[in-house]
């Protein structure tokens, strides 16, 4: 050993030198290669369980002092509560740079992580496994930091087949990133390499959807400059949004997201920044349900493609948005809710609320979003509508829906040619084209109506009005237009034409036939909801149909068609566009409206047997309909009654100003009459036999006044056989009839109607019937009062007074009789009893004096030297004053002998004072004497009627036959209430 050291010392220089390094190297050899990651892989081992309170092993830990490396193999972190390792890798190599130590930074040359893998727990709300890992050492200060930024370079930055794994315990799920690869070449903030673009790259499958990113950025440099490219494939979206609060009742069932995308960011020289994001992001597979399962909205593919835009200036552009073949389910509830949209509330207890005590939001900038697709598109797409508050639910569906946009943008101004097109329930179709500005809101497009089916809308109808919508289509062609006033309120334009073809109804209680109608066009229609203002060229109607039907209970079908039966309304919704301003008024304007080859048919089954009529050849216009105040439209209308009674309507109203006008005329000729037998025998007791009706009527409205004129013309109109009917009256209606037909068997009827059509008690039908019966009853009770011009005014021509106990005829009874003669003449139908009439006090007072008369000139006539046994007219003797007491006094004296024969005696004792009281004295004892019998006051009667009969026959007007005497009315002293009133004629027409 000496010898060696001896021999060492006596080296030169240059070879002790060499010596010494190459102990050295072997030295330093020996410690990186051997003993450093020995000493290093215990501490690790040691202190690591110390700072983690968890387990840590390493299998292997090497060092190349000569490359400045480091491997740590075989890495494992155990969990804090089981023996399962948290962290692993398999490999950790870097490679630190020797130049780090001249350019006062960290550099490596390399860093590289193979097989890392992560288990993460999450085991409450707000715990997960690595939880008491995040909790620094109590009382730890913080380090200060150094002024000036750290420099460092790290390149060549490698993770290879990484793995992590994160269980949700209190979901229940578990979500694995596999094959994790990350590359980055460099990353520094040395002065030298700042402007150096860093370009990393990553890639993953993340629950089994591979996803890629990769780019470049300079971090340091000046201007920011970054490109990131992203691409991701498959993306399962419900895994991800479990883990977002939904207060919503709606679910994504499925969704699968690609993202291709480039974001690049630069900062330019004035410190402006720019952020744009290039590339496709696809949506697949999508499904909306809610927490039973129903299926919402539907799609395969949505597609983005994204443009470049500054997103930092609140610029979005798109290049094209495609959506393919979207199907959407919407249904009201019977409560009028709507599903989905009211899933879309929060739920209670869904969102928690938000502290009382919490800072408002600030309020967004006040420049928006602007969005340009340069190209969008929707295909196929289909909507299905549900109604289940109607009484029977309704489906609509709309489908073969596209619509396409070039652009569609929210910048103010910008025009976008927007195009469409649907399906409605497989058979009708919508088509437009147009420009559609946003905002403003503004749209004018051309609109295209084909074959839809009216029936389709039957559950709505029937909500309303009791009709079955058997056929019809609706059709409409023309331009709308949308834009809003100045009030932000969009008005609605419309320009153009619709028509409805082929309609048919159909009572739903009795089955019938109800309105129909081949085609109804509506011609150049102009319209304008701000302010309201119509205008039409033409209503045209081809052969409508109507049919009124009177059931077997007596009910009408049109007075029932409209629902009010209580049932529960449906919630309405609020129509669209808005009401006319208060003090605007509403303009409207129809040309003309055209009615050609009508008919309405008329069926009367609730009598036996059953009525019917038809109206056709029902051909009109209405010309120059308007609401503006002093226009009258003309009304022309014609048709015929049962192929054969024409009807005409002519005149002038104006319905739509704000005071209704109307001046109607009707005229109506040559009705048969006989058909209406059904009427007559169930209410009148007796058939039709024959005769023609005549119409000619006249209304006037002005207001809500109305004036009318009811000419009724009856020709020859003759009742028949009779008719048992429990309903019929029992009022004369025959005797009606013949007194208001003439000798032609013309009846004619003036009946004026009046009123307020404001009054809920007035109708023109109600006061036409009312007239009608008036007239009847009238027949019973004063049937000379119906005679009209044929009586002189004021004339009463049923009684024919007399004179007490007289028969004869007075000149003013003649002019009576005369007229009762031209009434009988002129109306043939009638006939005529003659009742006679007298009074037991006033007839018999002067019976009595006629025959005290007759008794003084007996006497005249004897003294004078009439011969016994001839024929003497005692009416032919005239006795003056000067004889008349010397008469009566011989009279007198014979009739005081008879009294004092048969024991009477005179009825006033003592001595009359004068002549007169002697005269009176006289006849008193005569009418005392005389006796009338019941039977000269019966015959008087009789005397008297045959005295009218026989006036009246006498000229040849009036036909004996026609003429009856009946019994005598004999008044007893207790009727003689008004004893004038007895000694008369009473005429009595049947």
Known sequence: MKNTLAKLR????LQKAALWLGIAVLVYTLIGFLVAPLILKAVLEKKL????????????????????????????????????????????????ESFSLFKKGLILQSISLKGPAIHVRRLDEKTFSFSDLLAGPAGEEPAEEKSGPFLFSINNIEIENGSIRYEDLPKGASHTIDAFTLAIPSISNLPSRVQASVQPHFSAVINGTPISLAGGSKPFAETRATEVDLKMSGINIPEYLAYIPNPTGLTVKSALLDIDTRLSYLLMPDEAARLALTGTLTLRAVEVIDGKGESYLRFPSLTVVLADSDLLKKEIRLAELTLDSPQLDLTRLPDGSILPLALLSPSDGGAPEAPADREEAPSPSDDPVSVTIDRFRLDNGAVTWTDQALENPARVRLDAIALTAAPLSTVPGTENAVTGSLRLNQTGSLKTDGILVLDPLALNTSVTVEGVQLKDFQPYLSEEARIVLAGGTLGLQGDLAVKEDAAGQPGLHFAGQSSVAGLATTDTLSGEDLVKWKDLQVREIAFSSSPFELTIAEIRLENPYVKVLINDDGTVNISHIARTDGRKDAPSTAPLGKETPPGAEAKIAIQKVTLRNGKVLFLDRSIKPAYGANLDQLNGAITGLSSRAGTLATVKVDARIDKQAPLAISGEVNPLSEVPFADIKIDFKDFNLSPLS????????????????????????????????NNVFLDQFTLGEGVESPDATSLPVSLALALLKNRQGEISLDIPVTGDLNDPEFSVGGVVIQVLVNLVTKAATSPFALLGSLI??????????????RAQLTAETTGKLSAV?????????????????????????????????????????????????????L???????????????????????????EG??????????????AVSRMEAFLLQGIKIEEEELRLLALDRANTVLGYLIEPGKVEPGRLFVIEPHLARPEEEGAQESQTQVELLLK
């Open 821 to 873: 003669a031209n009434v009988l003449h002129e109306r043939p139908g009638l006939r005529m009893d003659i009742s006679g009439g007298a009074a037991s006090v006033l007839d018999r007072r002067a019976l009595a004096r006629i025959r005290m008369d007759k008794l003084v000139k007996l006497e005249k006539l004897k003294g004078t030297g009439g011969k016994k046994g001839e024929d003497v007219d």
């Open 49 to 96: 369980p110390q700072a983690l309170n968890r387990p840590v092993t390493i299998e292997t830990v090497r060092l190349n002092p000569f490359a400045l490396s480091l491997t740590i193999e075989g890495f494992a972190l155990a969990e804090k509560d089981g023996p399962d390792p948290f962290v692993f890798f398999d490999r950790l190599y870097v490679n630190l």
């Open 875 to 901: 009416q032919g003797i005239e006795v003056n004053v000067e004889e008349y007491p010397r008469y009566l006094k011989q009279a007198y004296s014979k009739a005081l002998k008879a009294a004092e024969d």
């Open 678 to 709: 059904p009427y007559t025998g169930k209410y009148v007791g007796y058939k039709t036999d024959k005769g023609k009706l005549n119409l000619d009527l006249r209304y006037q409205l002005k207001g809500n006044r109305l004036e009318s004129s």
């Open 904 to 917: 009477r005696k005179e009825p006033l004792p003592g001595s009359p004072e004068n002549e007169g009281e």
């Open 792 to 805: 002189p005014e004021g004339e009463d021509l049923q009684h024919i007074p007399f004179e007490p106990g």
């Open 10 to 13: 006596e080296l030169p220089p």
